[in-house]
Structure formats: structure tokens, C-alpha cells
């Protein structure tokens, strides 16, 4: 399916997360398509399954699994893509941080 990476600083939730993101804007997963239960992932990627029932609680949260009780967790039928007003609100973000940066820097200088 995808690695998990011990070195990555993200949390292991997070890359669980993103890779099931990958793996469904790749088409390797199809909308409707079934997911690992939490305890076949978690064994394939040696991980404790609480680390993936987060990620994959975090994903049906946002659109992009659907559980259907006695069934299993599915892909999306049209799994959620991150809202143009989200993604806005992502760039102003890094645009202030960029901005900030020098004046960080400046500070730090002078009080070294």
C-alpha cells in the first residue's frame, strides 16, 4: 500500500493519512473501494492500530472514508478535496510566515 517513514518528523497518523490521500488522487483507490480493516494496516505497517484508527478517523471526518457498520471502512463515493477557501487560507498562512521570517532573524541577531 505505502511506507511509513520512522525518520519523517510528521506523526505516523499523519503519514497513514496522507497516504491514503495519495493512494486515492493516484487512482490506486477508487471511490467505493474497500480499505484495509485498521488491524490489517496496522500489521502491515508495524504500527499500533490506534495510530491508524486516528488517521482513519481523521479521513472519514473530512469526506474522504465512509464506515458502513458491518461492512468495513470504503473510499468516498466522491471523497472530499481540500476547499478552495482552506487552501486560500494555506497560503496566506506560509505568505505570513515568509514575511515574518527576516524580522525573526533580525531579532535574533540583535539579541545575540
Known sequence: MFAINPTDP???WRQIEE??????????LQPGASVPSVRDLAKDLRVNPNTV???YQRLTEGG???VKRGEGT??????????????????A????????FPRVVREHRRKA
Do not use: H, N, T
Open 10 to 12: 510528521a506523526p505516523i
Open 19 to 28: 497516504g491514503v490521500r495519495r493512494l486515492i488522487a493516484l487512482g490506486a
Open 53 to 55: 484508527a486516528r488517521a
Open 64 to 66: 474522504v472514508l465512509s
Open 74 to 91: 470504503f473510499v468516498a463515493d466522491q471523497p472530499s478535496q481540500p476547499k478552495k477557501a482552506e487552501r486560500s487560507e494555506l497560503d
Open 93 to 100: 498562512a506560509v505568505d505570513e510566515l515568509e514575511a515574518a
